[in-house]
């Protein structure tokens, strides 16, 4: 074999604490190397280059590139050697850079581990064998897993590019956080009445399946051709006939259940329709609360319902769909917040968090948009406004900011004023965080057209007390860490600006479709900054804030941009499957079928040679894990690019007694 | 190539391409200051990695060896990490009776957004591994010769006559024969004291069946050469173990299967015996009875008690009655209970330090001529021509005459069989240099116990431990470093 090894200096990244010279001279010494070279940028068009006529006048049939990691550049190398025309998998890397340079400073040490690094990749890089993909049928469907306005673009970007659509929302309605919200910054647009279009949309267009207050049960397969178990749950009414007209909610007897669309402030019916302008407009009843379900006794709904939709014996339904990819677009959740004693953890009537305040301020909420605090229905005219409620603050493990907050606290404020005019508003901050396009404009309003006092400090406690009238006031007392003195602040109703997490069960779903999320919830795209909408799970994208915190507009564009990310997909008359994947040496497989029973993907089937049973691996369904490989005795499977002599390679390279 | 100057060890890492070598990359990214002696290798998953890597780059001088996967339910593939933990922890577990610190193999999970604690294993273990110093090498550690292992008390009464039942057992021999290919029994071999295991397809061949304590042969190692055909077997308790292994790994199937079972009052040592004779003695008879048995060879008889003659495997045995079977024949024997099943050679092993145990099997491996002799003899040795110490590719073992080439091939051998061996020893016994291979597996069987609850070989509906998984494991708890 003919190896040539380019060593990369990265500019200074590699070079300032790597003898790249030294490498590439040392390299010169390991079998079968005739050709190694140290270059500035590997990856410029300049550096590309050199590799492609290095191919040429050393005849390589082999190169190795010592750069960066390769799940950074390995695609651009492997295209690189290919127009050289070499096979793309007669090619290694080593990872001199995050695995060496930027580790440790001592240059001795770095030099040697980088050569021994290329030792390793060249000894691995002489096992290896071409590899030729095969092609496959893709299924030209989309699921979207989340039905707020991130994952509503994405379904509706989709099925204007004419793909179909199984959208799946675990709530009775689609719409998200976005439904509940009263206005949204900074323009003080009515909410709703920007969402509904696109709600609507959703439920008229042919192309989009949209099956509410449903979940996912399981997802099988791989890019191209996933199969979803969806979990219908009961909504004990036959949303066929259910025409939403709202006399079951009418009649219920059941009323005082905490209300979860309006964030638990105000009650609502056993049977009812979240908001109304709901999508789909049909009524579920909640068992937990249904007289009728709970206790036998009631049936009231069934008795006024117009077109006999009710039906108690409804059960769980699993359905099936065929798709070739999936968005992820399933938001948010505040953090448990009543861990903060500080705050009251929860106890105090009148201190409600930035949804509830939402739910308060909107005209379809509880109090039909006048605003009333909870306890007793006053009206407040001294509000307190508390940012970063369980976000930047390390000593409860939340580091990291919630993003929106600082913006739709300006906007609350400001709404505020605009419903008690007499009213005024205090915004307890950490810094203002309002890098958006008109944003820090709009804060600027709150303080000084709408007089909001804006108080940087934080809160110790908030203590309720009676007011000589008897009214119930709370005194919020802080710091302001600008003027260096202690705060007290006498409050009718106290707002938080509570911090976000992935939405619950994120962590549950990350591990059914096999992509990876942090501690808090949020899944993990396949690179920070050049892949911020795929995964590293192959035809898995993410739209919303179920990747990261970020606000309207940004969820909006990343629903469209994992929309487009499918489009491509699929534009693709077939999909060409990684050859990494698992091969069988038919001579020496005995047929004992372990690679059969521990393979987690069913990629790997019996056959009859010669009237003997032979394992024989499906192409298109094995995803190369290799754990076969590993099973197997005899060695007679083996995982292509992963064998077991490219692995004794590397073994032997660095262990010689 | 050299460890830089001795200022770094050896230490190998296995990182799963999704989850650890992306989290490495994330603490490269952050800049996150690390000890410069790991070297790591690209892995699809963890499930990827055969133990054996793990014993290869430690028998071949790594000072440490670090594994790292998706953190259990997070596996990219689903269910490699599972598999991993389960391999990985009776890897661990086994490693001191060849001599190697555990402390030497570290496996843990860290997630690609975990660039600091990517940062904390790679630290801790590199520096643990600089307190634990170099790992002793084969090369260097002096090997322990002229060993001798105490002979263990029987925990039953030993038998040595002809099986009173063995009238009654041609019989049904000869009733089901029609409808069988053959049966495998024993007859009389070379000499008195040697029986040889044959298929039985005539009446006449049925009358030449011998039942006694010469029948050594695990004739479970046969079945799977007549695999798809109507077969009986004769068996005694721990031939039906393999048996049952052999029909839980569907090597064979039940229907095909006709088995023959007694209970069996203990084997001999052939090589027990013929330590009793003078070397140029010719064996010409044997009668067995009462408590031992008379040999008479070149004209001279020899009174052998079974307390002196009989295997060590048949001293400690708990099932001597066959534990799977379409017809048993003659009255049970008593199955009595064992607290301590170690073979002498294990019991020897646990008494050594980890350096003694590396010299014990060194100066055991000096020996070995690689005949194969205890992979023929085994019956779960299923690969039969494609065993890998044969094959180039994949090439796990070079063809040089060297203690590592051949410890390793017992390793191997080992390793296979963890969780599928069922303690039959017949590798041992039919090694021809006395090489106590039965201790490795022995040690994978103890462990298995102690982390799985599983025995191999009695039960029909199980499964053997390294080929599943459980999503919380009861006895494999997380490691700290």
């Not at chain 1, 009214?471 to 106290?494: F, S, W």
């Not at chain 1, 940004?554 to 997909?569: I, W």
């Not at chain 2, 170099?134 to 040595?160: M, Q, T, Y």
């Not at chain 2, 003899?377 to 044969?390: E, K, L, N, T, Y």
Request: hydrophobic share 35%.
């Amino acid at each position: 074999m003919r190896i040539g090894i380019f060593v990369c200096h990265c500019g200074s990244n590699i070079e300032a604490t790597v003898n790249t010279a030294a490498v590439a001279k040392k390299s010169l010494e390991y079998p079968d190397v005739v050709f190694a070279t140290d270059t500035m940028y590997t990856c410029s068009e300049p550096g590309q280059d050199s590799i492609v006529e290095a191919i040429k006048e050393h005849q390589l049939d082999g190169v190795v590139v010592a750069s960066c990691s390769p799940r950074m550049h390995e695609a651009t190398f492997r295209r690189t050697v290919q127009r050289a025309g070499i096979n793309p998998y007669m090619f290694e890397m080593a990872n001199i850079r995050e695995h060496v340079s930027w580790i440790g400073k001592d240059k001795d040490a770095n030099t040697n581990k980088s050569a021994e690094l290329v030792l390793l990749a060249s000894e691995k890089l002489r096992n290896n064998r071409p590899l030729f993909p095969q092609q496959f049928d893709v299924t030209k469907r989309v699921l979207v897993i989340g039905g707020g306005v991130a994952g509503i673009q994405a379904a509706l970007d989709c099925a204007d590019g004419g793909i179909d659509v199984v959208m799946v929302e675990k709530t009775a309605t689609i719409g998200g956080k976005m439904a509940k919200l009263d206005k949204t910054f900074p323009t003080i647009d009515c909410s709703s009445c920007v969402l509904s279009p696109k709600t609507v949309d959703v439920s008229q267009n042919e192309k989009i399946t949209l099956h509410a207050y449903s979940e996912i049960e399981s997802i099988s397969g791989f890019v191209g051709n996933f199969t979803v178990k969806i979990r219908k749950k009961s909504t004990y009414v036959d949303w066929t006939l259910c025409t939403g007209c709202g006399s079951c909610i009418e009649k219920c007897p059941s009323k005082k259940n905490p209300d979860a669309f309006n964030e638990g402030i105000g009650t609502t019916t056993a049977i009812n329709i979240p908001y109304p302008q709901a999508i789909p407009k049909k009524a579920t009843i909640y068992a937990d609360v249904c007289r009728k379900l709970r206790d036998g006794k009631c049936g009231v709904c069934a008795k006024v319902c117009p077109t006999g939709a009710i039906k108690y014996d409804m059960v769980d339904e699993i359905i099936e769909e065929q798709v070739g990819a999936v968005i992820t677009a399933t938001g948010y959740d505040q953090m448990d917040w009543t861990q903060l004693g500080e705050y009251g953890a929860g106890k105090l009537p009148d201190v409600v968090t930035g949804l509830q305040y939402e739910r308060l301020l909107s005209a379809s909420g509880p109090t039909e948009g006048h605003i009333k605090r909870p306890s007793d229905g006053l009206e407040p005219k001294s509000v307190v406004f508390i940012q970063c409620v369980g976000s930047r603050d390390k000593s409860i493990g939340r580091p990291y900011c919630s993003g929106f907050c600082c913006m739709y606290t300006a906007k609350q404020a400001i709404l505020t004023k605009d419903h008690v005019p007499e009213s005024q508003s205090y915004v307890f901050y950490m810094d203002i965080r309002a890098p958006g396009k008109m944003y820090d404009e709009f804060t600027r309003r709150a303080m000084e057209e709408y007089g909001t006092e804006y108080i940087r400090g934080r809160v110790s406690t908030i203590q309720p007390h009676i007011r000589p009238d008897g009214v119930v006031g709370y005194m919020v007392r802080g710091a302001d860490t600008l003027l260096g003195q202690p705060v007290e602040i006498d409050a009718d109703l106290v707002v938080l600006a509570v911090g976000v997490e992935g939405a619950q069960g994120a962590a549950q779903l990350a591990e059914k479709l096999r992509i990876s999320y942090d501690q808090y919830g949020f899944f993990m795209e396949s690179h920070p900054k050049l892949k911020p909408v795929e995964t590293n799970t192959a035809g898995v994208y993410l739209a919303g804030v179920c990747q990261g915190v970020k606000d309207i507009p940004t969820s909006v564009s990343q629903g469209s941009a994992a929309a487009a990310k499918v489009m491509a997909l699929f534009s693709k008359p077939k999909l060409q499957s990684d050859p990494q994947i698992a091969f069988v040496d038919i001579k020496r497989c005995i047929g004992c079928g372990k690679c059969i029973t521990v393979c987690p993907y069913q990629a790997i089937k019996e056959v009859s040679f010669r009237g003997a049973p032979k394992a024989e691996v499906v192409g298109t369904v094995c995803q190369g894990c290799g754990l076969c490989n590993a099973t197997c005795p005899q060695g007679a499977i083996q995982v292509a690019h992963f064998t077991d002599n490219q692995l004794l390679a590397e073994v032997n390279a660095l262990c010689q007694f | 190539m050299s460890v830089l100057d001795d200022k770094e060890r050896r230490i190998v890492g296995f990182l799963c391409n999704w989850c650890s070598y992306g989290g490495a990359d994330t603490a490269g990214t952050a800049r996150a200051n690390q000890p410069t002696d790991l070297r790591i290798i690209r892995v699809p998953c963890s499930g990827r990695v055969n133990p054996l890597f793990i014993l290869k780059a430690l028998m071949n001088g790594a000072d440490g060896v670090l594994v790292s996967g998706c953190h259990p339910r997070d596996c990219h593939y689903a269910l490699g990490n599972f598999y991993a933990r389960r391999r990985l922890e009776t890897l661990k577990e086994f490693l001191p009776i060849i001599g190697i610190n555990p402390e030497r193999f570290h496996y843990t999970w860290v997630s690609a957004s975990e660039g600091q604690r990517w940062q904390e294993v790679v630290t801790k273990f590199t520096d643990h591994i600089h307190k634990l110093g170099a790992a002793p090498k084969w090369s260097e550690v002096p090997a322990l010769k002229d060993v001798k292992f105490d002979l263990v008390d029987a925990i039953r009464p030993l038998g040595c006559g002809t099986h009173p039942a063995l009238a009654e057992l041609k019989a049904e021999i000869k009733k089901a024969l029609p409808d069988l290919h053959g049966v495998l029994g024993w007859r009389k071999g070379y000499d008195a004291i040697h029986a040889e295991p044959f298929l039985m397809q005539t009446e006449a061949e049925v009358d030449e069946l011998i039942w006694g304590p010469f029948n050594v042969q695990n004739l479970a190692n046969f079945l799977p050469k007549h695999a798809g055909k109507k077969i009986g077997v004769v068996v005694k308790g721990c031939d039906s173990k393999n048996v049952v292994e052999l029909l839980v790994e569907k090597l064979i199937k039940r229907e095909d299967v006709t088995i023959f079972g007694i209970g069996c009052n203990g084997t001999v040592d052939y090589k027990r015996i013929l330590a009793k004779l003078p070397e140029d003695a010719v064996i010409e008879s044997v009668v067995g009875g009462g408590s031992g048995v008379k040999v008479t060879a070149s004209g001279k008889e020899y009174d052998m008690p079974m307390a002196e003659i009989a295997q060590d495997k048949c001293r400690l045995c708990v099932k001597p009655n066959a534990v799977i079977s379409d017809v048993f024949l003659g009255k049970p024997t008593i199955e009595p209970e064992c607290e301590d099943g170690r073979l002498p050679a294990l019991r020897f092993l646990d008494t050594l330090t980890l350096e003694e145990r590396m010299g014990f099997w060194k100066g055991q491996m000096e020996h070995c001529i690689r005949c194969y002799a205890c992979r023929s003899a085994c019956p779960q040795c299923v690969c039969r021509d494609f065993c890998v110490s044969d094959s180039r590719d994949p090439e796990w073992l070079t063809q040089e005459d060297s203690v590592e080439q051949k410890m390793f091939f017992q390793l191997i051998h080992a390793q296979h069989l963890a969780g599928r061996c069922t303690g039959c020893a017949e590798c041992e016994r039919a090694c021809p240099m006395d090489i106590p291979v039965f201790a490795l597996k022995q040690q994978f069987g103890r462990m298995i116990k102690k982390i799985f609850g599983y025995s191999a070989g009695l039960d029909l509906e199980s499964m053997p431990p390294l080929l599943g998984y459980e999503l919380e494991e009861a006895n494999i708890k997380e490691r700290d470093l």
